[in-house]
């Protein structure tokens, strides 16, 4: 890749198929960047003593989109020296250990990287509309993120 082709992209994509690391973070690779950052979250197999069996994500696509945009853009204005931007988000059933959810941010320093690695996961948390259903032997519960500013609004 030429230094001029290495314009800065935000990658974000919402998909029902399983999530690769390796896809997402070789997404963010730059020859200009020594550092590429990266949040896998999975599915565990356990939640307040609980047996998860899976979980199920349902998402208002359009309006999620938007506002991982809006993340993205926040991060480049928090960190300039940011050079790509990922965000998948795993919709559907994901199985225990599988990812629901992949970050990768590169710069050229770790420092940067890590940093809005860290708020990309939270601000998602906070802000995107994106549903969790965790799936029990006996039963199921919609989760509520504790981050979401809708949630907090109404108490």
Request: aromatic content about 10%.
């Amino acid at each position: 890749m030429e230094e001029s082709e290495d314009v800065p992209k935000d990658f974000i994509k919402l998909k029902s198929e399983k999530l690769s690391v390796d896809e997402v973070s070789e997404l963010v690779v730059s020859p200009s960047c020594g550092a590429v950052s990266l949040f896998i979250g999975t599915t565990r197999n356990n939640f307040k003593g609980r047996k998860v069996i899976h979980l199920e994500y349902e998402a208002y696509s359009s309006m999620a989109e938007n506002e991982i945009k809006k993340i993205c853009r926040e991060v480049r204005q928090k960190w300039p020296s940011i050079k790509h931007i990922a965000m998948y988000h795993r919709l559907g059933v994901v199985p225990i250990t599988e990812a629901s959810v992949i970050i990768a941010v590169s710069s050229p320093h770790r420092t940067e990287s890590l940093e809005a690695v860290t708020y990309c996961i939270n601000t998602l948390k906070a802000s995107v509309p994106i549903w969790k259903k965790e799936i029990y032997e006996d039963e199921y519960s919609w989760k509520e993120n504790k981050e979401c500013f809708w949630a907090n609004s109404e108490k």
